[in-house]
């Protein structure tokens, strides 16, 4: 049965498709799978535990920083860099990458992740996550890790995923092999494969959006709205509006029943590029849901093909079900 197989169980079946594999993913995997036990145990505990409400304190995105980032974010940087096979890590939370100290033994993975995505929904408990994105170094680099080693198309990810921490605690991932997904047994304390082989649906009947900011939107990002709230087919039934305000939660709901999330850019200073972080957020996300059978784009662009300049770079994201992502852009290309 499906549901007997651990995600650790899964990786080394996967590895054993591949004679090259030395198990170094795998035990990167392992330390990012305890880290999101560790992080979902305190999140679970939220209302008894003193992690709810800011720290005070700005990060590099101009942004309050919740308690829970903070400590997700910890979490991560702990455990993930005494994994012995990564050599960079690079966080929402830290404006500069962050070198794997001489003192750790060190690999050739680099790692990228939004520790607690949408935590400012957390006081609420709403749904969070934590989205990981995971690179290779390109053979024959070797010393200090420089930063356009990390600045990568998201096409060249070895891995990109996401934990879900709400009714239950979830694990999507694809090594670009397909997507699945597991549930955390809190009684055996393993994440079982609950959803092999996900496929999102060519087109849904929802889309997600915050269209509390129409009005700084351009001609084209209203007209791709209009689009699925009137449908040319006046036989055909308007797509509903459920936006949840937490990327992974509303990604998640879009990856198994189809439809489209959108992002557009916007006028206002800071956004007109887009808001969502390209390497942690949009470019993880965009790998599954292509390996979903779904797509990304920034309107003009399929997401995979772009090479971030920057490490914090913003772009505007329109994802889902591929024929939705498809009349977007062909919006966008009138």
């Known amino acids: 049965m499906s549901s007997e197989i651990t995600v650790t169980e899964h990786l080394l079946l996967q590895q054993q498709r591949a004679p090259q594999a030395t198990g170094h993913f795998t035990a990167l995997f392992h330390d990012l799978v305890l880290s999101a036990k560790i992080i979902a145990r305190s999140v679970n505990k939220a209302g008894l535990l003193d992690v709810l409400g800011g720290t005070g304190d700005i990060n590099v995105q101009g942004e309050n920083v919740q308690k829970l980032d903070d400590f997700a974010n910890r979490v991560l940087l702990y455990r993930m860099e005494r994994s012995g096979v990564l050599c960079a890590i690079a966080s929402e939370e830290n404006a500069e990458l962050v070198r794997v100290s001489a003192a750790f033994p060190r690999g050739d993975y680099m790692l990228v992740f939004d520790p607690l995505d949408g935590s400012s929904n957390i006081d609420v408990n709403i749904n969070v996550g934590t989205i990981f994105s995971i690179l290779r170094r390109k053979p024959g680099r070797t010393g200090e890790v420089q930063l356009d080693e990390i600045l990568q198309p998201g096409s060249e990810q070895v891995a990109a995923g996401y934990f879900l921490y709400g009714t239950s605690t979830m694990l999507v991932y694809t090594t670009g092999q397909g997507v699945h997904g597991f549930t955390l047994d809190p009684s055996v304390g393993e994440f079982l494969l609950s959803h092999p082989d996900i496929r999102i649906p060519e087109t849904g009947s929802i889309y997600s959006v915050n269209e509390g900011n129409w009005n700084h939107w351009d001609d084209k990002a209203r007209a791709a709205i209009d689009y699925f709230k009137h449908p040319d ?32 850019p916007d006028s206002r200073k800071g956004k007109s590029r887009g808001k969502l972080r390209y390497l942690c957020e949009a470019s993880p996300l965009a790998f599954v849901a292509e390996n979903a059978g779904g797509a990304a784009t920034d309107g003009h662009n399929r997401i995979l093909d772009i090479t971030p300049t920057t490490l914090h770079e913003r772009v505007p994201l329109f994802i889902g079900s591929r024929k939705d992502v498809e009349a977007i852009n062909a919006i966008y290309k009138k």
Do not use: Q
């Open 233 to 264: 087919d006046p036989n055909a039934t308007p797509c509903s509006a459920r936006y949840v305000g937490s990327l992974v939660a509303d990604f998640h709901r879009t990856l198994l029943y189809g439809g489209v999330y959108m992002y557009p």
